[in-house]
């Protein structure tokens, strides 16, 4: 493994990060008083990019905003660059470059900074501690004044029960060479550990290998040949965690402080003038922690203001589910009788709702804002500083180039299913039967058309299926508006 | 609460796992030397005469300096004599601090979970209140540093099989070598003070294996540990349900340690009566002796139960402590 670096050596399966969006980290940074830029017209920042999934699944919806990202892994790059041509996503730069040779001397126009959004996601815990100051001071040098960096962490006390494992797991590896025998091994070991009978320490063992391996089983991609995950993350050479105290110390040391944690945790949204992450953490155990980040001599709010939600926007993914009750596609059931503000963007759905239309005075605003940020903490509702340019179903429905693009490619191999990224940044698993659909929807061929061309595979039911997927995928936010941003 | 580096309890823990282990020597009067490594680099303990020398790492030794540590213990020990490294999961201690620093949070928390974080927590809360026996954590890449200068030195780790040192963690292939065995114990069993062995690599049995009896605490004293050492489980075996129930008795009455032949007797007693009162027979096994010796060993790792194999009060030993 020393030989070649490790993510060439074994690819890495990334993935799009909803929180890790510019419009994800402009609507907290203004929750914070951060008068962050528009994520529409945004440079973005990618530290540790691999294949740019990411970015070019930000980029495919924010035509205007230029993204940059670097990465030490080459072929990481090369396959990202050449996915970036194929979606026309000509707003993205990808380039091989190591962080120590960025920091000393920055990159070349018209990559150079500053930078509005800087994204280091799955690289700090990751990299040697030689080369974490590299990271920290990069991510300093490269945010303008108001600008706001993504940064994500392995978590202590959560992941400490990940140590054990980490530890063991690499032990029974150790012997083993060839990175699918490694990993074979290590899970090998994870199992084992599982079905242990043992008291103490070994029954709460037992109880965090189990869990573990439900967890790699959700993160591995189904058709890779073994977990490229657990060969990066447990067994990689470098896996540390921190601390939130330890974490704003380094920060501190890099002119840099912590905004918030992303996402925003439930217990913000109990009323509270103080606030302190480490006791969330242990509290939590969460072993992974995301934080929003911006320079130390940047103006933030302890607290979030609620009152900057007025000028937001909300996500009216809520589909009617009878009796003035309406589902999101995330499964959460809101209740909105009436004519409250909720059954109002309702009737707009799917979309993005300005909020300060939903209320009638400041009063029942007030409460609105209040009301929103509660089920924003819960993860049951979007809010947006900025709308994306997606809508409904039109006769002619058109996705991101870079989503019929991937739809092709997984129909091409013959793939179960691919996974595809929205205008919401949220990524779901496609079965084959849609990907079909998906891979037509080019804003010049009509429903009919895709159905008719279905119809040998479907027979009478193509029309209910593209219907079906349509409707779907505009709830989940594919479908581009008409006059909005793809290419 | 906790106790750093109190060589009374440290030699006793090497005492009664080397005794298990099968490496004491017979002598009546023990020499042990107890320091941190530095401080045995530095006092260069009598040469030849000391059965015991137990140690800790600070971490503050590079590869020279637990060189010259390991060869003055080395030098120091005696015919029969053994090195014990005592070592700590580093796992635990973050989560005893962690439940040390939040523990009320955390239990009001938990009380509305269940996975492997709360049962962590509360593990570690019950183990922050007492007055457990701690030694520095060790890293993986420390240990093997350590393993790898004292092969160096002359001196070569020994361990016992996993089933032996972590009962209930059941077959786990692939961790043959000793230092192998040594982090699976340490990280599984949640130790916060586990004996390492070293025995000159002249003595050392093949493959650093090493054939443990835990009848052999039969000679031993027993008391309840810091964290009380209540068996509750619904599948305990009776006679050590009704020796734990003994051990915090006594603990309760201010007593001070048993010998294993005293609990195993009144354990019976205990046992009998209260089968009597159910309307159930006690039925005494010749396997008595070692179930008890085998779960009183357990329980020990976990800290519910103090073992010693030598006098409690230390009149079989001649202590020095650098």
Redesign the interface.
Known sequence: MTARFAYDEVPYDTEANSEAHPRAMATLARLFGIDAAAPSTARVLEIGCGDGEHMIAAASYLPRARFVGFDLAADAVARGIEIARQAGADNVALLHRDVRDVRASGLEAPNARPFDYVVAHGVYSWVPEAIRGDVLAVIRDALAPTGVAFLSVNASPGWELRRALRVLMREAAADAEDPAERVRLALGLVDELATSKGDGFVRVLARAAGEYRAHVVQATPPDVPFSRYVFHDLLAECNDPFSATELAARLRHAGLRIVCETPLARARAQPSSAWDLSAEMATSGTPFLQVLVCRDDATVADVPALDTIRAMHLWADLAPAGAGTYRTTAGAMLRAAGDTPLARAARSAPGFVAVSTLADGEGELSDLERDLFVAFCHGLLAIASEPAAIGGVTSAPRVAPHVRLHARAAAARGAKSAVLTSALHRSFRVPRAELAVVAELDGTTEAATIAARLAPHHGAGARKHVEKVLDRFARYGFLLAEEGAGA | MTQVLDAARLAHRAIVGATVMGLMGKAKRLAIVVGELGAIARAAPSAGHTDLVVTVDESSEDAAGIAKALDAARHSLSDDGILSLVVG????A??I??AA??GD??A??SATRD???????A?AALRARSARLTAPPVE?SRLALLVEVAARQGLTLVEPEIAVS??????????KSPR?RA??AT????TSARPLFFVPSARAPKAGLLRAKVERLADGWVASGAAGAAEE?SDAMPIVRAATAVLDDAACGGGGPMTFKELLREARERWSTDARANGQRATPSATDASDLAGALY?LA??DRVELWMRDPAGSAMALAQL
Do not use: H, K, N, Q
């Open positions: 999961s580093p796992v635990t973050a989560l601090e962690v620093s939040y949070a955390i009001s928390a996975d492997a974080y709360a049962d962590a927590v593990w993986p972590v009962p209930g963690l059941g077959r786990v292939r692939g961790m192998a982090l699976l990280m599984a069993s949640g489980a357990r790792g976990d």
